[in-house]
């Protein structure tokens, strides 16, 4: 054998290592994508106005499904979850109590452990009564921002904790936060 032919032989066989590892790159990469991004992250469309102004009908985000896997619920989070009420549908609502709080509305003024809370999001509070509850352990208890028109835990309760899917962390269409 030429050292010509050696020295081909060697490239070929390095072309071909090179070759596997770009197929096997492909492959790790889609397994991944398929399999391990759909029990992190899921897209949410949003239904309906009862997130209105945060959030409009038709608006994409981008849903972080590890977000209470690694840590605690927390006021102010805008969380998807499976509606209590077994329909099948997925909601999208604010949290306002946490286990363990007490909460009441007083003519659409929320209030929790007797404070009343800044809420810049809601543009009509409207004239609502609800409470005093105190949130037992395991629930949160979650409010629409169009308190108007929204259905939530003043129609069905408290939240369990285990129903929500994940916390809403931006806006896919059109590009903004989530707040």
Not at 64 to 86: C, I, M, T, W
Not at 100 to 123: H, K, L, T
């Amino acid at each position: 054998m030429s050292e010509f032919e050696l020295k081909e032989s060697v490239r070929q066989r390095k072309s071909f290592t090179a070759c596997l590892l770009n197929v096997l790159l492909v492959v790790i990469v889609g397994a991944v994508t398929f399999f391990v991004v759909p029990l992190a992250a899921q897209v949410f469309r949003v239904q309906g106005d009862s997130m209105a102004p945060t959030l409009q009908g038709g608006q994409l985000l981008f849903v972080n499904r590890l977000a209470y896997q690694f840590g605690e619920v927390k006021h102010g989070d805008v969380v998807v979850f499976r509606s209590p009420d077994n329909s099948g549908f997925v909601l999208i609502k604010r949290i306002i109590a946490l286990p363990g709080e007490r909460f009441f509305i007083d003519r659409g003024i929320v209030s929790v452990n007797d404070e009343r809370i800044a809420e810049p999001y809601v543009a009509e509070r409207g004239l609502t009564q609800f409470g005093p509850m105190t949130m037992k352990a395991g629930t949160v208890f979650v409010l629409g921002d169009h308190r108007l028109v929204s259905n939530d835990s003043r129609d069905w309760g408290a939240l369990p904790v285990e129903y929500i899917i994940g916390r809403a962390e931006f806006s896919i269409w059109p590009p903004e936060p989530v707040s």
